[in-house]
């Protein structure tokens, strides 16, 4: 792997790099109408497909909070065109790293000591990037560990990177300013609570207990004492990613397994601890040999308030979309649907919304549900696509915490879609009243 | 009888809490019952001190950096770097000396004073190294200007000691981040870039490729 031998920090250097990707995304357009002069038979695919690598090696130089965000627009694959999503997810792991004596000096900074004093071996050379930071491998008394290590400054760029990414988000996702606002704010506030490693290792440990009765999941150990504001010490977990496991083929049988466990995993957290790891991209997962869910990355976590939970929920899992005053009032506590909307654009958002929730909770309206059907998903993407056309929806609606939630529970669906898994949907269910 | 070490801490502490030099060697030695030639046994001058003190700094990094495990598998580019971490590092210990003698002393063509010892030093130091990436292809040898990389080192060295002087940011964060950059931009000039490729196809051709100006496609 190429090494990344710097990071653009300086907030004009960020936008020179993002500057150039503009051009550079402008160029790819000229030279896709002057191909396309020639060959008139060339479709957009090829367009997006450039676009999108420039755009990804301009994110991925920047790291931190950058990346991240593509990160996250990769998740988003209802909205992003194919060719946007295949860049994009090469960002979800293997980023190119940074260079060594910088992570000496972190060390020494927090420790007083060298990683080579705090370890019996580790390796200055990182095995991934773990988006605002890094990961190497270590070990301590025979025990294999993995080391995460955060670039200084990452906090202070943070504010400043997602000011640039807007413009970019407008073009990509076709946002309009004022509804960026509210998501914008949101997203800062999570991001830089994964800067915060401090609080990452206690989140990790906490959730980790809270979730170890979970069957076929595998959390790693986390060490607090050789931990600190910018180092995270925890067990090395072996595995694959889900493409490579993927690549595998393995039996219906074991990725239904990992299908259920990685269910259960968000399920459990949604309804019992009202708080939810909300990262679920394939970067954070690993499966193990022996056929285990591991769950390598606390650093997202999305708490749901009662003022969200009861609305969302009851529309998802009680038979409340069959009364339309009720369901109408649950829109308007969720923000869907204004009060300053006048009769027809009640209507209007009512049934679009409607439509919304009946697709997403179809996989909840059965015992099982087989996430490998493709029209389930062809029919959320026409739905994405048909929405994100609508004049109607340039505007800011729904509550700010339907960002993370959305991008939780899509990033689910997608996940068991890619492990094209059949899973038991009734395993841990809403604390809504079923009865009406 | 009086150590170097003495003398030098008895100095330091005179300066930092007067803010100027003794007047004389003769005040000095007198204050800390020294005869003068048991100062000028060790140091020629006030001057030769601080140029002491920054060398003993200089080579405390250097000795630090190369005692790591990891040194013999850094790149020319990662031991400039250890360094410089290194090297700053240690600087915190004696801010105020530092502060006080960059201040105070005697600016000369390329560096103060002070540093003349050391720049001797980094130039052997980053010498090797530089040799060492030639060798080992990290760095693109270039006719006349190979020879001149350490001088660019050496710019590199006054422009974080600068930057480390005026750094306000907490654990001088902002000062790892210069130092980062500043030596990788460095390096990257060092490096072999596409123009050494263009250069050497360009003459490759002029001699090879029957490339003159009177031949037609």
Redesign the interface.
Known sequence: MKEQ???P?SKTERSAKFVKTGFKVSGNYIKHYSKKLFNPSLNRDELNLENAADIYESLSELKGSALKVAQMLSMDKNILPKAYVDQFSLSQYNAPPL????I??TF??YFGK?P?EIYDEFN?RSTNAASIGQVHQASLNGKKLAVKIQY??VGDSISSDLKMVKPFAFRLLGMSQKELEVYMSEVEERLLEETDYELEITRSMEFSEACKNIENLVFPIYYPKLSSKRIITMDWLEGQHMKEFMKTNPSQELRNKIGQALWDFYNFQQHELRAVHADPHPGNFLITPEGKLGIIDFGCIKEMPDDFYYPFFSLTSTDMLKDKSRTIKAFKSLEMIKESDDASQVEFYYRVYKEMIELFAKPYMTNTFDFSQSDFFEKLYLYGEKVAKMPEFKQARGVKHFIYVNRTNFGLYNMLHDLGAVVKTDTWYPHVEIAV | MKTAIEIQNAYVDYVLTKGLKPTSVYVFAKENDLTEEEFYNFYASFDGIEESIWIELFNRALTEVQN???WD??SS??KT??FF?AFI?LLKTKRSFVLHSLKHSKQMIGAPSVLKGVKLLFDGFTSTLIDQGVESGELANRRFLTSRYKDALWVQFGVILNFWTKDNSS?F??T??AI??GI??T??LFGKSPLDSLFDYGKFMMNNGGMNPNVKF
């Open positions: 031998d710097s990071i920090t260079s060594g004596p910088l000496i000096r020494s900074k060298s080579a200055i200084p400054g | 790591q495990e990891v598998q850094y580019r990662e770097l250890a971490f590092e654990g964060e902002k790892d981040e980062e950059k990788n931009v390096f990257d």
